[in-house]
């Protein structure tokens, strides 16, 4: 307890005003320019309304102090629970600014909460607050009140590319949306390996998008340093091996070399497989290996099974009977298709991903680490040609029809005091895919 | 019955779930009631036992929710083998105890009991973790599932030229010893058998002290560390006991050993042999040992300290800890000493073993010979009452080729996949529904 309270306590300190922030010398050494990113936060997005602008909400440059008492926030409803029932995750609102927030509740004496997971809080909150960048979720404050821990950060209320999928895009998104997304990823993700960081769960339930249509990386329990490890402390190790025998939500995106556990290790690169998984994810609408057992998708990655996004290219024609049997060269591709097929409509069959998209997905999902380009090589990849204008406003743009949770039709205003309609009526939209948040 | 409450109910498919429940019940004690000595660590098999089994195809055994992999080493308790956890894909090692063997063997089974209490309790990054013990008294075997590690600083020190590390990486070892040793030490427990057989590393070089069969849990409510048993390895005694002493204080028999041990990481000797265990004793009753110059000063004088023959004397761990050889940063003057390749394998990666297994387990065949041969794992499902209540943690009967739909990815045909679900009997497809409704 004491251990974390002083973690807490210097977390405190440590907001920093958003002149800092912008100027600081981590941010300026990262060879991509970030400033379409931190523009975004100071001129509202064409797209939403006046009466939606909210001045001073935005967490990465505002100067709103977030004070660290309970009273401060108003809890709205609860949207999920997390770590075996220890931890609830609130829609709330920060009672000074009436802006959105995110409160993580963790109960620090909660028997299920063992020694990993409180370490894992302990790592997260440290690393989010070693972390300065627009698209690595910050945290507005944490505090400690009673035996709860909690985490205020600000509401993303598109929520994750996952409830995405789940709730309108179950046959995936499509291919610009992908790119807006992933460029924002991979701008966060050179920045942590510069950092000397490896993220190692990079997924599509950690990848958040905001009411602006900013992308925000999150889920960084499971980030480790490349510094030290073993014997050899203080200095930049070669590869790393520990294994995370928690994280069996993750296996599917963990890459061939970390699932090894063997002498060589891993290195950033296995950042890079993660990425290429929740591409095929994030486009195909399902995780690709998630159809098998764990040990077989462990041996499937070992021989070099590669997944591939699924289109007219990669998918034999259902209609064509000979073609079915003869399009025997599908991967892991063709399994996965029946089930989405089963499920709606024939769409993965007729469209087309641009092979820009389809040589990304190929370069990320390499066998040998050393054959994946870096963060920094795959930013220039031709793929992300179609971003042209600031991933945000394009984000908005292509969800279109969807709107960010907060804008629920008679949300705020609800004259008969009948909150509990909306309560039930976000956790439907919310609580519908997962009971279980895997952060 | 600390033992009982870690079995692992929660991971188990319904049909084990009950017979774990079962075995709640199982008297320990009765398990586990017999004489025995020391138990060495894993020894390398000869090469040669293995081209034995090299031609016969390799079947997947599960225990439990564990995947088996190849023979790691054989004591005389029993075979240390490497595992995959099929949940989380995480390597593991498990001790093999067999009740029959145990018995033969001075305080086997309450050295192994000893064991278990003690690993249970204890988590440090220096000290090996017990993940799980498993049961089947069917078959009277009882497994230890433990952290896997790669290998060990014996096989390293024998390996190496002159049979000593560099100074660099002996002090890394001995510093990591001192913590794992200081957490011990801080949890009222006496090792008592530090020795290189006993140190072993993980993938990333962490040292961990393995082999907690003989050591000796203080008790909380007696001031001090006065033991009076002894059952380590008679090179790494110190004088008190090699004389015979009544009583002797525990915490200094390990820096004695940890002493030995630091001499014969630098020097790749040891400093007081012996033709025979008397002789050895007499030796080391008599004290008298020399420490090679090249060792320099500051070692020499780490050694000497930890070497001295009258325990209070001795260095205490603190001392040890902050004594200028370890503070000091030794400069990678040499390339560290590699560990050797698995003598069967010859993986300098030491990659996992259970690939052949996962093969068998899902790989592709011919399609005839799956499905005889699927056909044989139902009748014997129906042979051996598969789900029964009552039949203790059956060890399951090697695991059969998949159903089609996991080989019909490779093939492609998407119209087999759908049909998978439904036609496939295999044992494993139940696993597979259980798994793939725990991702979702």
């Avoid at chain 2, 080391?284 to 780490?302: H, M, S, V």
Wanted: aromatic content about 8%; glycine content about 6%; some cysteine.
């Amino acid at each position: 307890m004491s251990v974390l309270c002083s973690c807490v306590s210097r977390a405190r300190v440590g907001i920093s005003p958003p002149d800092t922030v912008q100027a600081s010398p981590i941010q300026s050494a990262s060879t991509i320019p970030l400033a379409p990113a931190e523009s975004d936060h100071t001129s509202p997005s064409p797209a939403l309304s006046p009466s939606e602008v909210i001045p001073a909400s935005c967490p990465w440059c505002n100067m709103t102090e977030y004070q660290h008492e309970p009273q401060y926030y108003h809890i709205i409803v609860r949207i999920a629970v997390a770590c075996k029932g220890a931890t609830s995750v609130f829609l709330a609102k920060h009672r000074p600014t009436d802006t959105f927030v995110s409160i993580r509740r963790t109960n620090l004496d909660h028997f299920s909460l063992d020694y990993d997971i409180y370490t894992g809080l302990q790592h997260e909150i440290h690393m989010t607050r070693l972390f300065h960048h627009g698209h690595i979720l910050p945290y507005h404050c944490t505090f400690v009140s009673g035996n709860e821990l909690w985490i205020v950060a600000p509401f993303m209320s598109f929520g994750s590319c996952r409830d995405l999928i789940n709730s309108h895009f179950t046959d995936g998104l499509g291919e610009t949306t992908i790119a807006c997304i992933l460029r924002d990823v991979l701008l966060a993700l050179d920045y942590i390996h510069k950092m000397g960081y490896v993220h190692r769960s990079v997924k599509g339930t950690h990848i958040l998008i905001s009411e602006r249509g900013q992308v925000c990386l999150t889920g960084l329990r499971h980030s480790i340093s490349m510094m030290g490890g073993g014997y050899c402390r203080w200095e930049r190790v070669g590869s790393l091996h520990e294994y995370h025998c928690n994280s069996i939500n993750t296996l599917p995106w963990f890459s061939p070399e970390l699932l090894e556990q063997n002498l060589i290790g891993y290195d950033t690169s296995t950042d890079i497989y993660s990425l290429g998984i929740t591409a095929c994810e994030l486009a195909n609408g399902i995780v690709p290996f998630s159809d098998m057992p764990a040990t077989q998708m462990l041996l499937e990655k070992l021989n070099g099974t590669m997944p591939r996004l699924l289109d007219a290219t990669t998918l034999p024609n259902v209609d064509d009977d000979a073609l079915t049997s003869a399009g025997g060269d599908s991967g892991i591709g063709g399994s996965m298709a029946t089930s989405s097929m089963m499920r709606s409509e024939q769409l993965p069959y007729q469209r087309v991903f641009s092979p820009q998209f389809h040589e990304f997905v190929f370069l990320c999902l390499q066998r040998e680490p050393a054959d994946r380009p870096t963060a920094s090589q795959l930013l220039t990849h031709s793929f992300f040609k179609q971003v042209r204008r600031k991933s945000a406003e394009n984000l908005i743009e292509l969800l279109h029809p969807i709107k960010p949770l907060t804008e629920t039709p008679h949300w705020p205003k609800d004259a008969d005091g009948s909150i509990e309609n909306n309560i039930a009526k976000i956790e439907e939209l919310d609580l519908k895919d997962e009971e279980e948040w895997d952060f | 019955m600390a033992v009982d409450k870690s079995l692992p109910v929660e991971v188990s498919p319904p049909q084990e779930r009950e017979i774990m429940d079962h075995m709640g019940h199982m008297d320990e004690m009765q398990f586990i009631n017999d004489e025995e000595t020391g138990i060495p660590f894993f020894h390398r098999v000869d090469s040669a036992d293995l081209v034995l089994y090299a031609p016969r195809k390799k079947r997947a055994k599960m225990i439990g929710k564990y995947l088996m992999g190849d023979l790691l080493g054989e004591g005389s308790y029993g075979k240390v083998k490497e595992m995959l956890d099929s949940e989380n894909l995480c390597r593991r090692a498990v001790k093999i105890l067999k009740k029959k063997k145990l018995r033969k063997i001075p305080n086997g089974e309450q050295n192994v009991k000893r064991e278990i209490q003690l690993l249970r309790k204890l988590r440090h990054k220096n000290i090996i973790h017990l993940v799980d013990v498993l049961y089947n008294e069917e078959k009277q075997k009882m497994y230890l599932v433990m952290e896997y590690c790669v290998g060990g600083l014996q096989e390293m020190l024998e390996s190496a030229p002159g049979k000593k590390f560099p100074i660099w990486q002996a002090h890394g070892y001995f510093c990591q010893l001192m913590e794992g040793l200081c957490y011990l030490h801080s949890q009222g427990i006496i090792h008592k058998d530090i020795k290189p057989g006993n140190l072993l590393l993980a993938t990333d070089g962490t040292l961990k002290i393995t082999d907690l069969g003989v050591a000796e849990q203080l008790d909380l409510y007696i001031p001090g560390d006065v033991c009076r048993t002894s059952q380590g390895s008679p090179a790494f005694q110190p004088p008190e006991i090699a004389l015979g002493l009544e009583t002797f204080l525990g915490f200094k028999v390990d820096i004695w050993s940890a002493g030995v041990t630091l001499y014969n990481m630098t020097t790749g000797k040891y400093p007081f042999e012996g033709d025979n265990i008397y002789k050895l004793f007499e030796n080391i009753g008599r004290g008298e040992y020399t420490i090679p110059e090249e060792c320099g000063p500051l070692l020499t004088d780490l050694l000497r300290g930890m070497l001295q023959h009258e325990p209070e004397q001795r260095f205490t761990l603190q001392q040890c800890r902050i004594h200028d050889w370890c503070r000091k940063k030794h400069p990678r003057t040499e390339p560290a000493t590699p560990l050797p390749p698995l003598p069967d394998t010859e993986d300098p990666t030491r990659s996992m073993t259970v690939v052949p297994y996962l093969e068998d387990l899902h790989g592709d065949q011919d399609y005839e010979d799956e499905e005889e041969e699927e056909e044989r794992a139902i009748q014997e499902m129906v042979q051996s009452g598969y789900g029964r209540r009552g039949e203790a943690c059956q060890e399951d009967p090697p695991l059969e080729p998949d159903d089609k739909s996991s080989t019909s990815i490779q093939h492609g045909p998407a119209t087999t996949a759908s049909t998978s679900s439904i036609g496939s009997k295999s044992r494993f497809s139940k696993v597979r529904k259980i798994s793939s409704c725990k991702q979702q």
